[in-house]
C-alpha cells in the first residue's frame, strides 16, 4: 500500500473517526512499528511535515531516519536511457532500490520545480520512487499534492464543525513568491469527497487550478461573496497554474482581514502553514480565537499516523 494521494481512501468518514481514536490514545500501537523504519527524504525545507512524521512514526515505535536529499543527496536522473553525462550523478532506479534495503516505508518530500508544468504533472519524483522502490512510499508533498495535509484539514473541520453542513471556502491570498498548488489541489480533492459540506473555491479571474483536479467544485471570483455564511475559511497562496509558476497577482485586497471575516458565519480560519503574517492573512485574524492553525497542525500527527498503521498492518 502506497500513499500518494487523498484519493487513494476509500472511506475519508472512516479514516477521520480512526485518527481521531489515535488521537485519543496515540501510544496503543506502539509495538507495531518494532523493528520496522521509515526513511524519510527530503528535497525540499519542511517543520512540520519532518517532525508531525516522525513523531507518528515513534508513537508506533518505529526507528526512523531522516536525509535531506536536495541537498545532501547525489543529483539524480529520472529519465530511462539518458546517457548521464550532464550533472546527474546517480538513476532513481538504483537510488530508490538501494534505499529500499534499508527500511520499510519511504516517505518523501519533493515540490513542483514550478518551470516546466508537464513534469510537474508527470510527478517525476514521487513516480521515480513509486516505479522502482520495493517498499510502500508516502507522499509528503509532492508536485501536484500534499495527501498527509488534507488528511489533517478533514480531521480538524471534523472537530471543528459545529453544524450538519458547514460551509467551507478555500481562499486564494496574495504571496510575494511563486508557491505549488499542491496544498490546495489536496484540500480539493479531500473536499471533494466530503459528504455534508458545501464547498467554494474563490480566487482571482486567471488563477484557476488545473481544472482535472477542481472538476465540478464551485468557483467564485468575489472573495466577499463566497465568505458569506462560512463556517471554514482556508486560506493558501498558489502561483498561477494557466501562465505556469508565474506570480501574475498580489492583489492585496485578498489578504485575509478581520472585515472579511465578519461576512462569514463567525468562521473558523484555517492555514497549512507556513505562513506570511499580513500578507496572507492579518495578525487580528491569526491570533483571533476562531484561528485554528496550530491544532490543524497538531492533527499532522495523527494524519501522518494513521497512513503510516496502515501500511505497517499491510507490511509482509
Ligand atoms: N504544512 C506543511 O507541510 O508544513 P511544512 O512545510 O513545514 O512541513
Given at each position: 500500500?502506497?500513499?500518494?494521494?487523498?484519493?487513494e481512501?476509500?472511506?475519508?468518514?472512516?479514516?477521520?473517526?480512526?485518527?481521531?481514536?489515535?488521537?485519543?490514545?496515540?501510544?496503543?500501537?506502539?509495538?507495531?512499528?518494532?523493528?520496522?523504519?521509515?526513511?524519510?527524504?527530503?528535497?525540499?525545507?519542511?517543520?512540520?511535515?519532518?517532525?508531525?512524521?516522525?513523531?507518528a512514526?515513534?508513537?508506533?515505535?518505529?526507528?526512523?531516519?531522516?536525509?535531506?536529499?536536495?541537498?545532501?543527496?547525489?543529483?539524480?536522473?529520472?529519465?530511462?536511457?539518458?546517457?548521464?553525462n550532464?550533472?546527474?550523478?546517480?538513476?532513481?532506479?538504483?537510488?530508490?532500490?538501494?534505499?529500499s534495503?534499508?527500511?520499510?516505508?519511504?516517505?518523501?518530500?519533493?515540490?513542483?520545480?514550478?518551470?516546466?508544468?508537464?513534469?510537474?504533472?508527470?510527478?517525476?519524483?514521487?513516480?521515480?520512487?513509486?516505479?522502482?522502490?520495493?517498499?510502500?512510499?508516502?507522499?509528503?508533498?509532492?508536485?501536484?499534492?500534499?495527501?498527509?495535509?488534507?488528511?489533517?484539514?478533514?480531521?480538524?473541520?471534523?472537530?471543528?464543525?459545529?453544524k450538519?453542513?458547514?460551509?467551507v471556502?478555500?481562499?486564494?491570498?496574495?504571496?510575494?513568491?511563486?508557491?505549488?498548488?499542491?496544498?490546495?489541489?489536496?484540500?480539493?480533492?479531500?473536499?471533494?469527497?466530503?459528504?455534508?459540506?458545501?464547498?467554494?473555491?474563490?480566487?482571482?479571474?486567471?488563477?484557476?487550478?488545473?481544472?482535472?483536479?477542481?472538476?465540478?467544485?464551485?468557483?467564485?471570483?468575489?472573495?466577499?461573496?463566497?465568505?458569506e455564511?462560512?463556517?471554514?475559511?482556508?486560506?493558501?497562496?498558489?502561483?498561477?497554474?494557466?501562465?505556469?509558476?508565474k506570480?501574475?497577482?498580489?492583489?492585496?485586497?485578498?489578504?485575509v482581514?478581520?472585515?472579511?471575516?465578519?461576512l462569514?458565519?463567525?468562521?473558523?480560519?484555517?492555514?497549512?502553514?507556513?505562513?506570511?503574517?499580513?500578507?496572507?492573512?492579518?495578525?487580528?485574524?491569526?491570533?483571533?480565537?476562531?484561528?485554528?492553525?496550530?491544532?490543524?497542525?497538531h492533527?499532522?500527527?495523527?494524519?501522518?499516523?494513521?497512513?503510516?498503521?496502515?501500511?505497517?498492518?499491510?507490511?509482509?
Amino acid at each position: 500500500m502506497n500513499y500518494t494521494s487523498i484519493k487513494e481512501i476509500d472511506s475519508l468518514k472512516k479514516w477521520v473517526k480512526q485518527a481521531l481514536k489515535i488521537k485519543k490514545d496515540p501510544l496503543k500501537n506502539q509495538r507495531l512499528g518494532k523493528d520496522k523504519t521509515l526513511v524519510m527524504l527530503f528535497f525540499n525545507p519542511s517543520l512540520r511535515t519532518r517532525l508531525s512524521t516522525q513523531k507518528a512514526a515513534i508513537n508506533l515505535g518505529m526507528n526512523v531516519m531522516v536525509m535531506n536529499f536536495g541537498a545532501e543527496g547525489w543529483t539524480l536522473e529520472f529519465e530511462d536511457g539518458t546517457i548521464m553525462n550532464q550533472g546527474a550523478s546517480e538513476h532513481i532506479k538504483e537510488a530508490a532500490e538501494v534505499v529500499s534495503q534499508y527500511c520499510d516505508i519511504i516517505a518523501i518530500r519533493a515540490f513542483a520545480g514550478l518551470t516546466d508544468k508537464e513534469k510537474d504533472n508527470a510527478e517525476t519524483v514521487l513516480s521515480g520512487f513509486v516505479k522502482y522502490a520495493t517498499v510502500p512510499i508516502v507522499n509528503m508533498e509532492s508536485a501536484t499534492g500534499h495527501p498527509l495535509q488534507s488528511l489533517a484539514d478533514a480531521i480538524t473541520m471534523a472537530e471543528f464543525k459545529t453544524k450538519h453542513k458547514p460551509k467551507v471556502v478555500l481562499t486564494w491570498a496574495p504571496h510575494p513568491k511563486a508557491l505549488p498548488q499542491a496544498v490546495a489541489n489536496s484540500f480539493v480533492e479531500m473536499m471533494q469527497l466530503q459528504r455534508d459540506m458545501d464547498f467554494v473555491i474563490t480566487h482571482p479571474v486567471g488563477y484557476e487550478l488545473n481544472p482535472e483536479i477542481t472538476k465540478d467544485s464551485v468557483i467564485e471570483y468575489n472573495q466577499d461573496k463566497a465568505f458569506e455564511n462560512a463556517d471554514f475559511i482556508y486560506a493558501k497562496n498558489w502561483s498561477n497554474y494557466n501562465d505556469y509558476g508565474k506570480v501574475t497577482n498580489t492583489d492585496e485586497n485578498w489578504t485575509v482581514t478581520a472585515d472579511k471575516m465578519k461576512l462569514t458565519n463567525n468562521a473558523k480560519f484555517m492555514h497549512c502553514l507556513p505562513v506570511r503574517r499580513n500578507v496572507i492573512v492579518a495578525d487580528e485574524v491569526i491570533d483571533s480565537e476562531n484561528s485554528i492553525v496550530i491544532q490543524q497542525a497538531h492533527n499532522r500527527t495523527y494524519s501522518a499516523q494513521l497512513v503510516l498503521q496502515k501500511i505497517l498492518k499491510r507490511l509482509p
